[in-house]
């Protein structure tokens, strides 16, 4: 009788967990997704800035009148450092999202075993007095 009711406390708990895990998983791979298309619009964002830098100088180089743009290209240069700072940010939380998906997905595998093995996943009967 103990034994029985430990089974169904840890297919309660088990349960439970799995429905936690199902309910995460679509928000951390939505999530996951936007912090791609942030990243690869973050790289465009560089790749402008690289190019509008140097632009800026060879514009200056080739002034006749003495412009000053190095405030303007070191204020672009500015930029870009912190879209690479946000950028590796960025690159760090969607590797800890990747592992944490991966972890959760391993986890559920590892429960409906443990489940199927003992015989509680697939014998959903009510328990006799």
């Known amino acids: 009788m103990a034994a029985t009711a430990l089974v169904e406390g840890s297919s309660g708990k ?3 967990a799995e429905g936690l ?3 995460l998983r679509p928000a951390i791979q939505q999530l996951d997704l936007h912090v791609h298309s ?9 790749e402008h800035i690289d190019s509008l830098a140097t632009e ?3 514009i200056n180089e080739h002034q006749k009148v003495a412009l000053d743009l190095d405030p303007y290209v070191k204020k672009l240069l ?3 450092r912190r879209v690479v700072l946000v950028n590796n940010i960025l690159q760090n939380a969607q590797e800890r999202l990747r592992r944490l998906n991966h972890n959760v997905a391993k986890e559920t595998a590892r429960r409906k075993t443990m489940l199927e093995t ?3 996943f697939t014998s959903r009967s009510p328990s006799k007095p």
């Open 14 to 16: 088990d349960a439970v």
């Open 21 to 23: 895990l199902d309910l």
């Open 38 to 46: 942030v990243r690869k619009s973050q790289v465009e964002l560089r």
């Open 56 to 58: 800026l100088c060879r």
């Open 78 to 80: 500015n930029a870009r």
């Open 118 to 120: 003992s015989g509680v």
